[in-house]
């Protein structure tokens, strides 16, 4: 009978799986195979012990691939093609800076830094009074309003503080942290 498969006929002649014509390079099936894993592994290994010239990569690349190429030259055109009115950085710093301006600029924050806050002060300095919004209400006309608070039925409890051991408060302290996180 004849035999279906890869290298028929090769073990009949007296030829293991791995010798002769009908080895394993003429079917991946005749011998154990890496899976993908350890195969990018293998290939991992072998280009890390080889030495690597990225002027000479980046040469073979543009001399092979065109659309490497062709994005490349883009981008440098990009980045020279910049019309002269348009500024292409933003934010740069001028490194001939006037020491006079400097030092104004200085004193004045430190001057902003000691000037107290607050709106009452302002009016002090220009001679006026905020008005008096009661001079638009009678007071005898103004009512205040309490909540009852009370339970019809229940006698009221009395507030007493409680004793809290110290440990609690940084029981706390962690409890605060966790929720923070």
Known sequence: GVKAGCGAGSEAEGRGPRGGEGGAGDCPLAGPQYNTTLLLGRELQQVLEANFNP?????????RSSVT?????????EGLNVPVDRQRYS?????TVPVQEVLSL??????????????????????????DLMMFHNV??????????????????PI??????????FTLYQKLKQWEA
Do not use: F
């Open 55 to 63: 002027k000479k990569a980046v040469q073979q690349q543009l001399r």
């Open 69 to 77: 190429r062709q994005c490349l030259g883009e981008r440098v055109a």
């Open 91 to 95: 934010g740069l710093v001028s490194l």
């Open 106 to 131: 200085a004193v004045q924050e430190r001057l902003s830094l000691a000037r107290p806050r607050g709106d009452n002060n302002n009016n002090k300095e220009t001679g006026t009074q905020a008005p």
């Open 140 to 157: 005898t006309e103004l009512v205040t309003e309490t909540p009852y608070l009370g339970v019809q039925g229940l006698s009221a409890l």
């Open 160 to 169: 007493q503080s409680q004793a809290r051991p110290s440990a609690s408060v």
